[in-house]
């Protein structure tokens, strides 16, 4: 039971960062190996305005997520654009976007290095104990759930509901069709990209109150955001939520009854099985 | 297969500047050796990297993952079998590690695979570092006779193996199938071509050489622990080498060892902080700048001193 419940907390977070990689990804078509950096520096921003200024990191979400959207938006603009244009087919794309965004994650960790230094940082906040069927948790963690649901449940009804929400997938489905449509793909996947930058980043900024963070875990981030994205079907926000949870599942489950230096390879495992037996994803549907 | 004369000219060149190369110790210093064996291990690691990855443009990022291995092979090996044995084994075994990844990803699209191979290497390490917490083991110590100079002419007749084997596989009809798997795959389903076969067999050459490289180096940590055996700046630096020279050619990725090699000295001992930033702005102006690295600087330049001759 315990482990159900942290299981779910944690995966409550991990599916914020994986939807935002699923919008870059899914949506923007941009494999962008950077994505964990971006948490990292969501992290660092709440660490930093806590340390500083006593500010909540619930209120610095506000402030990171403007400030990453922006970020992520020139990001797409300077470097990936040129890509976009001059890539020849999909297959070519993937390739150099690989490549530069793992350009930029090294960027990103060496600037990161240069301000803050290879430490690991973590500051306590919120850490009181709440009581909740009949065991105690951290306040900080279900209050990180808590903002995820609301970042997460606001973001599909926005996805589902409203029209720009339709034209973002609407281009993740048939980017050609949809400029017959009178659809800027282009603008359309900028904003795709920012979004989905700046959702991970106020991830990062939730998942920080509770987990140690240094410059160089940007990575681990991004791998388990992949595997929460490919599991659950690429650009699918549903399948995304729900492998995000049993991701969370797992490794609380494997750090708690094997070892705790275990989760990434149990997620590793998932990863291998999905890739086995259901490529397309929990949720995803077959190539036809 | 028959020889042409030009065949026979690159052959004999290439031997001769193997030869030459292996006169090194000899002629240089304790520290340009270290530097030499550098240089061999990278052309190793970059060369066999662009064999797989240069005709399918698939991204592998398991180096590192098989070079660890490789290490492992010899370190816990040592103990209990001739070091002769070894070497092979490693191979063997990077091979069978390769195939199950190839198995499990090459039947899919790209991204699958970069994102599989990039977690390779921490999965092995996290899987090996616990092993160890549970024997109570901690690191490795690999106490052998080997020195510097024979671990350079392992390394270089490594090199001289996956050079040949390159310009076979090239000759070949798998190198002709993978040429078209890299143009259009499509197509080459089409025409009859068993794709995801070809791809694991030629991912194997890679995951074979790497773990090889790894088991003739690791008499030169001395102590072997996880987090060394598998560091990721290996994959890293391997695949930039690569781009950097270019995978359009056999000699390519050495056209981009050596240069790289220098530089990441100089930088190691000027910016020791500023590493990862570097190799960064490094990945970034190689695909922007020379999205074919330097075999595409040199082919463009042949080619306009070859109009301009013809004028």
């Known amino acids: ?288 | 297969m028959s020889l042409t004369a030009t065949d026979w000219r690159n052959l004999s060149l290439s031997a001769l500047a193997l030869l030459a190369a292996a006169c090194l110790p000899w002629v240089v210093g304790n520290y340009h050796l270290t530097i030499g064996v550098t240089i061999a291990m990278y052309a190793v690691l970059a060369t066999s990297w662009a064999l797989f990855s240069g005709p399918t443009h698939y991204i592998s990022l398991a180096t590192a993952a098989f070079f660890g291995v490789g290490a492992y092979v010899t370190g816990i090996g040592l103990q209990h079998l001739p070091y002769w044995v070894l070497l092979p084994l490693a191979g063997l075994i990077g091979a069978v590690m390769a195939a199950l990844v190839g198995l499990a990803t090459l039947r899919l699209s790209g991204v699958y695979f970069v994102i599989f191979t990039l977690g390779l290497a921490e999965f092995v390490r996290q899987i090996i570092t616990w092993g160890q917490n549970v024997s109570g083991t901690k690191g490795l110590y690999v106490l052998t006779s080997i020195t510097e100079r024979d671990i350079y002419w392992q390394l270089l007749g490594l090199a001289a193996l996956v050079w040949a084997l390159g310009w076979l596989i090239g000759r070949s009809r798998l190198g002709f199938a993978l040429r078209i798997i890299g143009d259009d795959e499509t197509v080459a389903k089409h025409s009859g071509i068993n794709t995801a076969r070809a791809k694991i067999l030629l991912f194997m050459v890679p995951g074979a050489v790497a773990a090889i490289t790894g088991a003739v180096l690791a008499p030169r940590y001395v102590y072997i622990e996880p987090a060394l055996a598998f560091t990721p700046m290996l994959s890293f630096q391997v695949v930039i080498m690569a781009l950097l020279g270019g995978t359009g050619r056999l000699w390519g990725p050495l056209v981009g060892v050596i240069p790289f090699t220098f530089l990441w000295e100089a930088i190691s001992i000027s910016f020791p902080n500023q590493t990862t930033l570097l190799l960064g702005v490094a990945f970034l102006l190689i695909v922007y700048f020379l999205p074919r690295g330097f075999v595409g600087l040199i082919e463009d330049a042949r080619r306009r001193m070859g109009s301009e001759g013809a004028r």
């Open chain 1, 1 to 288: 039971m315990d482990i159900l419940i942290t299981g779910l907390l944690l995966g409550g977070t991990y599916a914020l960062i994986a939807m935002g990689l699923n919008l870059q990804y899914g949506m923007a078509r941009i494999m962008n190996l950077a994505n964990g950096e971006m948490l990292v520096a969501g992290g660092f921003a709440a660490f930093w305005f806590w340390t500083a200024g006593q500010l909540s990191p619930f209120l610095t979400v506000f402030l990171v997520f403007p400030v990453a959207f922006a970020l992520n938006w020139l990001v797409y603009q300077v470097f990936l654009r040129p890509l976009v244009k001059r890539a020849k087919s999909r297959g070519q794309l993937e390739v150099d976007a690989i490549l530069t965004t793992f350009g930029l994650s090294f960027v990103s960790v060496g600037l990161m290095l240069a301000f803050f230094g290879g430490d690991y940082f973590s500051y306590s906040y919120l850490s009181v104990p709440v009581h909740l069927f009949g065991s105690t948790w951290g306040a900080n963690r279900v209050a990180a759930f808590g903002a995820a649901v609301v970042i997460c449940g606001a973001l599909w009804l926005w996805l589902s509901y409203s029209r720009a929400g339709m034209t973002i997938r609407a281009i993740a489905v048939a980017p050609d069709s949809a400029r017959l449509v009178g659809i800027d793909v282009r603008k359309m996947a900028a904003l795709a990209f920012a979004l989905g930058g700046a959702v991970t980043a106020s991830g990062g900024a939730l998942i920080s109150t509770f987990l140690t963070l240094d410059a160089s875990t940007g990575v681990m981030f991004t791998l388990k955001a992949l595997v929460i994205v490919i599991m659950g079907g690429v650009g699918e926000v549903r399948g995304t939520i729900v492998a995000a949870l049993l991701l969370g599942l797992l490794e609380t489950f494997v750090a708690t009854v094997i070892d705790p230096g275990l989760t990434l390879a149990a997620a590793y495992l998932l990863f291998v099985v999905i890739l086995l037996f259901r490529p397309q994803g929990l949720f995803g549907k077959r190539p036809t």
